[in-house]
């Protein structure tokens, strides 16, 4: 089991992110959201985004329910216990603790009453590890353990058949996070740090930082605005699939992260960014390149600075 000292708000925001999960920073010690951010508001999708809540500010985390996963938050001890003797198939899913209970992660719906649990999953928040409440860190029971399905007794016999367990819902293990954390995090957060003081930015809690201003100022140098002024997301994105427009800005057609025959991906020129309502996975270019090459972020950035920026 990996140690928890070792797994800082950032790592545990970098887990998440490459386990294809939405996140949201919430306020330091407290469960409120950061102004400006939502599940149906904005989400944290980008690198730099991540770095700049959970490594400078130190924000909690708040993850996005649904898209595949359902969190059950059971406001006691007994409650939980119970429900791993009910249901021992998932006692070893990856589970969270509170202040009072614990948070059980189970991949699927659960379209069913818990007893004593408050069953979380289109687009409810749930605070995660290892954030801090009220002096309690949320720590998860096992740091390595997977996020199992839901048993088929807690969801309608119709929506049970169409869960599919993916290896996005599950949580990366600590040995494959190693080498994203010690892939020179360190370094690129203290010229990050310089960047910004450079830039005198100066966010407050109340108002979040865009993203494309971000880029350049939190990326622990020039080398993601670099990749994204000289590949942009369109271009990158119809080299992987068909897509059309009808207003220039929001191009749809077949996601080339997951296999479905009905178009629910998207890519918001604009912004320069994508989404699939199908997968639920959200990014950049840099992030898209990611999740099609099956890397994390930090190995995505390496490998399009040696094929763009050569």
């Known amino acids: 089991m990996t140690e928890l000292s070792e797994l800082t708000l950032y790592a545990w925001a970098l887990r998440w992110l490459d386990a294809g999960r939405l996140l949201v920073p919430l306020q330091p010690v407290s ?82 009453a818990v007893p004593g649990a408050e069953v979380k999953y289109n687009g409810g928040i749930v605070v995660t590890c290892v954030s801090v409440v009220a002096g309690h860190t949320y720590q998860p029971v096992n ?31 600590s040995a494959q996070l190693k080498p994203t954390i010690a892939a020179g995090d360190r370094a690129q957060s203290k010229l990050m740090i310089a ?13 979040p930082a865009p993203i494309v201003k971000s880029n350049v100022a939190r990326a622990g140098g020039d080398t993601v605005s670099r990749i994204k002024q000289v590949l942009p997301i369109l271009d990158y994105a119809e080299t992987l ?10 191009y749809h057609g077949l996601c080339p992260v997951h296999d479905e025959t009905r178009p629910s991906f998207y890519v918001d020129t604009k912004r320069g960014l994508f989404g699939c309502y199908g997968c639920g996975k959200r990014g950049d270019v840099i992030n898209l390149y990611a999740q099609v090459n099956h890397v994390r972020l930090a190995e995505a950035i390496s490998r399009l600075a040696r094929e763009v920026l050569r």
């Open 31 to 112: 469960k409120r959201i950061v102004g400006g951010y939502g599940p149906v508001v904005r989400v944290v999708t980008d690198l730099a985004e991540a770095r700049y809540w959970w490594e400078l500010r130190r924000c909690n985390i708040g993850l996005v329910t649904g898209h595949g996963v359902t969190v059950l938050d059971f406001d006691d001890v007994v409650s939980w216990r119970g429900f791993c003797s009910q249901f021992p198939g998932v006692a070893d899913t990856f589970t969270v603790r509170t202040r009072r209970g614990a948070h059980v992660y189970l991949a699927g719906q659960v379209t069913v």
């Open 241 to 250: 699939t068909k897509l059309t427009t009808r207003d220039g800005r929001f």
């Open 143 to 173: 740091s390595d353990a997977k996020i199992l399905q839901a048993p088929a007794d807690l969801s309608l016999p119709s929506e049970s058949q169409v869960v599919i367990t993916t290896p996005q819902m599950m949580c990366p293990t």
């Open 195 to 207: 960047a910004a003081a450079r830039a005198q930015l100066k966010p407050t809690m109340g108002a």
